[in-house]
């Protein structure tokens, strides 16, 4: 069964402090990881798709990539908008679901 | 474009009962995929329908039912509920299947059973 860990569970950054979350996965052939943001009270919203190995996208502050095993995501200079909790989720070919992880939840302080 | 909508936004119950929620996808978007958000497991995969056709289901008991539309809209069924039941729910629709790509949530239901 499709594995996803992410750490750490919860980070507490100043403005400005670059950092970085980690998503760690065991899957049975890799189709695509996904990075979801959630605010509190609200569903998650869709950041970021990687399918293979190198892969690497970027949207403002955040830049997420991806190994055979794990993804990570930077946050540059980040500022209180910013705090969240980013979910990391996969889908593999032997399931055909998506599997998510359970979360970092990100506080970033003025 | 309205988003992915769910009704209701919050229901109370007691043990024993059953429930019905409400998921209305974007426009267009034929697959609907249900979630149950807890502190402690996370986003846990209940099942996904595509053009009114179960396609995946998680591992929940058979408790917890599902059905997809002719317009897309989907309902899940949670029958004989159990206090562990208490969780947000959420939809998620997309074009295509769901693993293949970004899915749009809705801002969930929130059941808490008595």
């Known amino acids: 069964e499709d594995q996803v860990t992410q750490s750490p569970e919860a980070l507490r950054l100043q403005e400005g402090e670059s950092s970085s979350l980690n998503c760690s996965y065991t899957?049975?052939?890799?189709?695509?990881l996904f990075w979801y943001r959630q605010d509190p009270g609200k569903g998650p919203e869709f950041l970021f798709t990687?399918?293979?190995a190198g892969e690497e996208k970027e949207k403002e502050r955040l830049k997420a990539t991806l190994t055979k095993k794990e993804s990570f995501l930077h946050i540059t200079a980040p500022k209180p908008e910013d705090s969240a909790t980013y979910l990391c989720?996969?889908?593999?070919?032997?399931?055909?679901?998506?599997?998510f992880g359970t979360g970092t939840k990100l506080q970033v302080i003025p | 474009k309205a988003g992915v909508t769910q009704t209701p936004r919050y229901l109370i119950k007691t043990r024993g009962q059953q429930v019905t929620l409400s998921c209305s996808p974007i426009?267009?978007?034929?697959?609907v995929s249900w979630y149950q958000q807890t502190p402690g497991q996370g986003l846990q995969f209940l099942f996904e329908?595509?053009?009114?056709?179960?396609?995946n289901k998680g591992n929940f008991p058979g408790r917890f039912s599902g059905r997809q539309f002719s317009n897309s809209r989907s309902e899940m069924n949670v029958s004989t509920l159990e206090l562990g039941d208490s969780a947000l729910y959420l939809c998620?629709?997309?074009?295509?299947?769901?693993?293949?790509?970004?899915?749009?949530f809705g801002p969930g239901t929130r059941l808490t059973v008595l």
């Open positions: 998620a629709s997309s074009t295509g299947l769901a693993g293949g790509g970004e899915q749009f």
């Open positions: 899957v049975s052939g890799l189709r695509g």
């Open positions: 990687l399918y293979s």
């Open positions: 989720a996969v889908n593999s070919g032997g399931y055909q679901k998506v599997t």
């Open positions: 426009s267009g978007h034929r697959s």
């Open positions: 329908y595509f053009s009114e056709t179960q396609r």
